[in-house]
């Protein structure tokens, strides 16, 4: 599983960078040829100085990745109407790392919740219903390192998960506006000990990282 998604993407390094980078509209040829990337990985794969066998376990999930559930997206084959377990995981992973980060073509990236969600009404149709569902159980609604906007207007940002059968209510740290451009640490809140009572403390949304000009492994570098 691991070298197929560390070879998923191979086939990329035939694509001419100003394909890959570019800010615009790809024309019909410039978008045939990125979606060929599955089909040249897989030659890249078979062309490897490694055990057959070995080539020929991880090839089907590079292939599949941009292939949905109901055998549309790319490229378009006639051999199979359904895909592997890899091919399923990989597009999974591939399609919320894509959503959540920049692109030359979108440079603002879509929230990890938001993602989530926008996943889940595909499920079925795009994705493994199952293997998705087991997917944002193990992300978790907000990541950890998401930063979070509390019920009670606070902002903190989201720390751990520790109970592994809880992915709704995190370890949260508190974070104070120094008033200087920065940000500070406060007290940890596990919200598990909030969810009872009208004291209730919750998520009330996620807060892109550009609006608020942290760097998350900052606080996890320096815990106490």
């Keep these: 599983?691991?070298?197929?998604?560390?070879?998923?993407?191979?086939?990329?390094?035939?694509?001419?960078?100003?394909?890959l980078l570019k800010h615009w509209a790809l024309t019909d040829g410039e978008w045939d040829l990125l979606k060929a990337h599955p089909v040249m990985s897989v030659r890249k794969i078979l062309m490897l100085n490694a055990?057959?066998?070995?080539?020929?376990r991880i090839i089907l999930g590079p292939f599949e990745h941009h292939l949905n559930m109901d055998m549309t997206g790319y490229p378009r084959t006639l051999f199979?109407?359904?895909?592997?377990?890899?091919?399923?995981?990989?597009?999974?992973?591939?399609?919320?790392?894509?959503?959540t980060n920049e692109r030359v073509y979108r440079p603002?990236?879509?929230?990890?919740?938001?993602?989530?969600?926008?996943?889940?009404?595909?499920?079925?149709?795009?994705?493994?219903?199952?293997?998705l569902k087991r997917f944002?159980?193990?992300?978790?609604?907000?990541?950890?390192?998401?930063?979070?906007?509390?019920?009670?207007g606070n902002i903190g940002l989201v720390m751990d998960y520790p109970d592994e059968t809880e992915r709704t209510l995190p370890l949260?740290?508190?974070?104070?506006?120094?008033?200087?451009?920065?940000?500070?640490?406060?007290?940890?809140?596990?919200?598990?000990?909030?969810?009872?009572?009208?004291?209730?403390?919750?998520?009330?949304?996620g807060i892109p990282l550009a609006n608020i000009s942290i760097n998350p492994s900052d606080f996890f570098l320096h815990l106490k």
């Design 80 to 99: 199979t109407g359904h895909l592997s377990l890899m091919g399923k995981i990989i597009h999974i992973a591939d399609v919320y790392e894509a959503m």
């Design 172 to 205: 949260v740290l508190r974070l104070v506006n120094d008033e200087k451009g920065g940000w500070q640490r406060e007290e940890m809140v596990y919200l598990a000990d909030h969810k009872d009572g009208s004291g209730r403390l919750n998520i009330v949304r």
């Design 51 to 56: 055990n057959p066998s070995l080539r020929s």
């Design 1 to 19: 599983m691991t070298i197929c998604g560390l070879f998923h993407d191979l086939g990329k390094v035939d694509i001419p960078k100003d394909i």
């Design 136 to 152: 944002i159980h193990m992300m978790g609604i907000y990541p950890i390192g998401s930063v979070v906007e509390l019920s009670d």
């Design 108 to 131: 603002n990236s879509f929230m990890p919740d938001e993602v989530l969600r926008k996943m889940w009404e595909e499920a079925g149709k795009m994705f493994d219903t199952i293997l």
